[in-house]
């Protein structure tokens, strides 16, 4: 049975931002929910690859109100953060419901409403903080592939099992692709293709100077070079166009593994990859790290740009009072979408919908 609910607000998504903003809004005593697709918390997690670990140390993994459990140099693997989001929304009892997916956000009669199958929700505040990953973005010409070769976005990919026997063409050069193709390159020959990001980190993770420095490199990408100052807005543009430094994987790590890296993969020729180069890749796997694409095609409002991501200031969206962005890629420094940095975003936020004049 369709049923409508009244609520100050509705958080969408259940990731480490909606978890954030929900531990907020109960301290205000706000009556609020939180929606997501997956059967369960986390789960947005759990879907990565096997072997991902997290590039910030325990110590930065917390949420408001919780650190995150392990040791304070730990490096955790996905699973680890997922449970850890689990367990820190029992623990401060949030309004959690999973396996409900939002088709809708519109307007009406001045408040919001938002469509979960047959359900109405209205609210006065809506924080969408659905993540920094999208839709996986692949190139038009991804589908002109052969049959025979097994291809994979680094969205589906787990480990190496789910290749066929023989080489492996990993495209998009960034952390994920370097990260996956050192992984494939025990088991199966592979190739890395992609523009290099040129930076890569001077330290290896977990060393003696990285520990030294992280402490100094987080203060400054977070509270310094921010989205309010004219170089975090110069770095800004080139986090998002060019991508983050390499971290974990060094280029002497594939080479010494045996990965080649070869020039961008620009078109399939007779259902294989080619090079810009003009190389063409007899390979039987293609594993696309291309990145991702907005995902906000649900929201019915004009708050988006050309290129669909949303527009606003810090998260909060001018044209749409109550309508606020959380979670995303340097919303207001580069540490905005990592799970250690969404806690600053998510109380600015909580206290926009604490000063909102209009009635809940």
């Given at each position: 049975?369709a049923?409508t609910?009244?609520?100050?607000a509705?958080?969408?998504g259940?990731?480490?931002?909606g978890?954030?903003?929900g531990?907020?809004?109960?301290r205000?005593g ?5 929606l997501?697709a ?5 789960d947005s997690w759990?879907?990565?690859w ?7 140390p325990?110590r930065y993994d917390g949420l408001p109100?919780?650190r ?8 955790p ?6 449970d850890?989001l ?6 401060f ?10 088709d809708r ?13 047959e359900d109405?929700l209205?609210?006065?505040n ?5 993540g920094?990953f ?9 589908s002109e592939?052969?049959a ?11 480990n190496p099992?789910q290749l066929?026997?023989?080489?492996v ?7 994920s ?11 199966h020959?592979?190739w890395?293709s992609?523009?290099?990001t ?10 003696v100077?990285d520990r ?6 987080w203060l400054?990408l977070?509270?310094?070079?921010t989205?309010r100052?004219?170089p975090g807005?110069?770095?800004?543009r080139?986090a998002?166009s ?5 971290v ?9 593994a045996?990965v080649e890296?070869?020039p961008?993969?620009?078109?399939v020729?007779d259902?294989?990859p080619?090079l810009?180069?003009?190389r ?5 796997n293609v594993?696309?790290c291309t990145g991702y694409?907005?995902d906000f095609d649900?929201?019915d409002?004009p ?8 527009l606003?200031d810090?998260?909060v969206?001018?044209s749409q009072?109550?309508?606020?962005f959380v979670?995303q890629?340097f919303?207001s420094?580069l ?5 250690g940095?969404?806690g600053r975003?998510a109380?600015h936020i909580?206290?926009?919908?604490a000063s909102d004049?209009r009635?809940?």
């Amino acid at each position: 049975m369709a049923r409508t609910e009244r609520f100050d607000a509705v958080i969408v998504g259940a990731g480490q931002a909606g978890l954030a903003v929900g531990h907020f809004l109960a301290r205000q005593g706000r009556s609020f929910v939180i929606l997501d697709a997956a059967d369960r918390i986390g789960d947005s997690w759990r879907r990565r690859w096997d072997s991902l670990r997290l590039f910030t140390p325990g110590r930065y993994d917390g949420l408001p109100g919780r650190r995150y459990p392990g040791p304070a140099w730990s490096f955790p693997g996905k699973d680890e953060i997922a449970d850890f989001l689990e367990d820190y929304a029992q623990r401060f009892q949030l309004p959690v419901r999973t396996s409900v997916r939002v088709d809708r956000l519109a307007v009406s009669d001045g408040r919001y409403v938002l469509s979960a199958c047959e359900d109405r929700l209205h609210a006065t505040n809506v924080v969408v903080a659905t993540g920094a990953f999208g839709r996986p973005r692949l190139p038009s010409f991804a589908s002109e592939l052969d049959a025979d070769v097994r291809q994979l976005h680094s969205d589906d990919y787990r480990n190496p099992t789910q290749l066929r026997d023989g080489p492996v063409l990993v495209v998009g050069a960034g952390n994920s692709g370097a990260e996956i193709a050192l992984e494939v390159s025990r088991t199966h020959p592979a190739w890395l293709s992609g523009r290099p990001t040129g930076t890569e980190s001077p330290f290896r993770v977990g060393s003696v100077p990285d520990r030294l420095l992280t402490p100094v490199a987080w203060l400054v990408l977070s509270r310094v070079l921010t989205a309010r100052t004219s170089p975090g807005r110069g770095l800004r543009r080139k986090a998002l166009s060019m991508g983050t430094p390499l971290v974990r994987v060094k280029p002497q790590d594939l080479a010494e593994a045996g990965v080649e890296h070869v020039p961008r993969t620009t078109e399939v020729r007779d259902g294989l990859p080619v090079l810009s180069d003009g190389r063409v890749m007899s390979v039987t796997n293609v594993i696309w790290c291309t990145g991702y694409r907005p995902d906000f095609d649900w929201i019915d409002l004009p708050v988006l740009a050309d290129d669909g991501t949303p527009l606003h200031d810090r998260g909060v969206v001018p044209s749409q009072p109550g309508l606020y962005f959380v979670g995303q890629h340097f919303l207001s420094s580069l540490t905005s979408a990592l799970i250690g940095g969404v806690g600053r975003d998510a109380r600015h936020i909580a206290k926009q919908i604490a000063s909102d004049p209009r009635p809940a």
